[in-house]
């Protein structure tokens, strides 16, 4: 598999931890109270900040050559 398939695979599972980020952020604020709240929020927060992460590093690492 080229360097850019793989690219664009963690890319793809960047999006769906963003989705799962908003999703979670809005299950929680509109059903959960308590500690549970906090805890379902943290998570989310953290699957926005590994995401935010994983774009970075795809898009700081440029293109990819073409063969």
Excluded: D, E, H, W
Excluded at 24 to 43: D, E, P, Q, Y
């Amino acid at each position: 598999m080229s360097q850019a398939m793989i690219n664009m695979y963690i890319s793809f599972f960047a999006m769906i931890l963003m989705f799962i980020s908003v999703a979670t952020a809005v299950f929680s604020k509109l059903k959960l109270k308590g500690i549970f709240r906090g805890i379902v929020l943290t998570f989310s927060f953290i699957c926005l900040m590994v995401s935010g992460l994983i774009v970075f590093l795809i898009v700081i690492g440029g293109p990819t050559a073409t063969l």
